[in-house]
């Protein structure tokens, strides 16, 4: 169809680079080379747009440093939402920061992911890149075809794998989420909304806190319907959204006081 031709020109792009690759790699990598490609492949488009990781993890920073402000607004503005809607936008904008640009990295994978998941369910299983193999085990094999011989024991480290970045994802989540609670504690009240029968509306940030968590497992039910090739990926997007966190979420030092002549 006409409205998926953009989609099927990104699709061949990928099968193209992926079978690049995979030429590339073969001397080193041998039967394992498409595997190794679709790895290699992923870690690429992650880099590419890493540096929008970089510039979410400033923009989170900067409205950390802006909450006593935006508290002082929720406080000072709880009657008046149009008002204090218009200070925290004035806000950020004096600061330079936004409160959207953290969906930046996220909106942007969307469309990888969507070229990838295409790639891997339209592909011919018996033929080009899902009839190659890992371990033996074509990379169009899904869990649904049977575990028996090395499917088995390959799976079973693949989901481990998952289950592991899914479980450290969703504690740092949490831990986001409690911080993030800790820190607004003090506007909670003043800026609750209330109904129109004057009770207080469901708090949406703690409904996000106690779900957000529980997203990452998603992909192990993902993986448990989509081919060998689709798992790979999942577990090299995973693991590299892992370590792009741990580097850059890492606790930053404390200033250092400066000394006051005459103390």
Do not use: N
């Amino acid at each position: 169809m006409l409205a998926f031709a953009p989609l099927d020109a990104a699709v061949t792009a990928a099968s193209t680079a992926v079978t690049a690759l995979a030429d590339l790699v073969a001397p080193l990598a041998g039967g394992a080379a498409t595997a190794a490609a679709i790895v290699l492949f992923t870690f690429a488009v992650r880099l590419l747009i890493s540096p929008l990781s970089w510039a979410q993890v400033r923009g989170e920073r900067s409205r950390a440093a802006l909450a006593p402000q935006l508290r002082e607004i929720q406080r000072k503005y709880a009657d008046d939402p149009a008002r204090m809607q218009a200070e925290v936008v004035g806000l950020y904008r004096s600061a330079g920061a936004s409160p959207l640009a953290g969906c930046l990295p996220a909106l942007l994978q969307a469309p990888f992911f969507l070229v990838m998941y295409r790639l891997f369910t339209t592909a011919d299983p018996d033929s080009g890149l899902l009839a190659e193999r890992l371990a033996g085990v074509p990379l169009g094999h899904h869990v649904a075809d049977g575990l028996g011989g090395a499917a088995g024991p390959l799976f079973a480290v693949l989901f481990a794998a998952l289950l592991a970045l899914a479980w450290w994802s969703s504690r740092r989540m949490r831990r986001t989420a409690a911080l993030a609670a800790a820190a607004g504690a003090g506007a909670a009240a003043p800026a609750k909304a209330v109904g129109r029968a004057g009770e207080p509306q469901p708090d949406v940030a703690a409904l996000l806190g106690r779900i957000m968590p529980l997203l990452p497992y998603g992909t192990l039910i993902v993986a448990a319907v989509v081919p060998l090739a689709a798992v790979l990926y999942l577990v090299a997007t995973t693991a590299w959204t892992a370590l792009e966190h741990a580097v850059l979420r890492r606790p930053q030092p404390a200033p250092l006081a400066v000394p006051v002549p005459g103390r």
